[in-house]
């Protein structure tokens, strides 16, 4: 694609670094086969050519970004299905991130929605209060039903649906935190490695039973496990709020902790159970790549982060206990699959340790989960979960099993089979509780 950037805009690292992405597009159009939204909606402008285009358009005339801009943007889950889809490599996350980084900084949005948007920003990346909001919201639940729903789906959905479908991912209830950061905990029998394991925000209030079986997994296998002291959200949802000054200073506290961490007591790796945080992780040295203090601290946390199914698959597992020849669907995550390129692991370790394992129909289409999408654009976050759910279906599993908290509630909402995470599996096949027997939901 041909680009008019003048060279006063290409002395900007950003603007140079989108005029590198948007010349690699030949304008081919294949990505618009597996964009989820031109899927549903049918319309160039909410394909990825077509918000190359916009964003293009946006970044060359330095405009302000205009209603149409921010609408079609906002659309976009951030799956990154067309990544993997596009023959010629555009790095689409990267200029996607700079649009909504713009949007952010110079689009005033109605005043609801900023407010809204503000609240997930502060709520989200904080547990305590993150927990707090949520025995808030399970005494909204019932109020859900009685919030009116527009015939026809408004083109960007108005606050009460937004707070209802925030209503509706509220867990019925709430199982007691996990253990806190500086925990250690020791190697069974003799030591082989040493790794430091994400707390997670969102994920530590809802499901800490995922680290539960992450920490014991790994110390059965001799490694030890540390979650490390003032560690903080990855920074991913502000990031995907184009809140790009919160989210990289989250990234540079962490950076400073971990590699504190590993500098006084060595540490394999960084492991990470929720995929979408993982992409993140794996993205600090690009995020941080001009900072003079923080670059290459940035490039060695970013080496050292993996995904939990990536480290597993580097150990012996201990034979299955059993084997259970149970069926289960694998829910391939955006964030695993497009972001991180992590495919068959996952399955392979799965199937290697008894499960019987489906790949679901259409697996490369997103849930709808994606960071704050389905509270921000629930109409179009609930097509895609009911389509998922369908698929789903079609290879009539015992279990679900993902890699990312954030796909395990949305699909959880709209299934009675449970939903558990692979590492759960993993632990169970390898000695651990059963997981997922209470029924529905991931409490
Ligand atoms: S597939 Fe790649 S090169 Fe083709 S239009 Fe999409 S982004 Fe551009
Ligand atoms: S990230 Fe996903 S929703 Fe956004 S343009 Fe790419 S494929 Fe479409």
Known sequence: MKTEFSLAQLADPDIAEADKILRACVHCGFCTATCPTYVLLG??????????????????????????????IDRCLSCLACMTTC????????????????????????????????????????????????????????????????KTAPATPGLLRRIKAMLALAPAHLPPPGPSGGSVFAAKGERRGRVALLQGCAQQVLAPRINQAAINLLTRHGIEV????????????????????????????NIAVWLGEAEQKGLDAILVTASGCGTMIKDYGYMLREDRDFAAAAAKISALARDITEYVATLSLQPAQQRSDLVIAYHSACSLQHGQKITHVPKELLSKNGFVVKDVPESHLCCGSAG????????????????????????KPDMIAAGNIGCMVQIAGGTSVPVVHTIELLDWATGGPKPGLKGPGLN
């Open 226 to 253: 540390v979650l490390v002291k003032d560690e903080q959200c990855c920074g991913a949802l502000t990031h995907h709020l184009g809140r790009d000054d919160e989210a990289l200073a989250r990234a540079r506290a």
């Open 372 to 395: 704050t999408y389905n509270i921000l654009q629930p109409d179009i976050a609930n097509k895609l979960r009911d389509r998922k759910v369908a698929n789903i279906a079609m290879v």
């Open 87 to 150: 023959p010629s490599g555009v790095n689409y996350m990267h200029l996607v991130d700079q649009a909504r980084a713009r949007i952010e900084r110079d689009y005033v949005r109605p005043p609801t929605e900023r407010l809204l948007r503000a609240v997930l920003a502060w709520v989200l990346p904080r547990p305590g209060v993150f927990r707090l909001g949520m025995i808030v919201a399970r005494f909204g639940r019932p109020l859900a039903a009685l919030l009116p729903t527009p």
């Open 43 to 72: 319309d160039e402008l909410d394909s990825p050519r077509g918000r190359i285009y916009l964003i293009k358009e946006m970044l060359e005339k330095n405009r302000p970004p205009t209603a149409e801009v921010v609408k079609h």
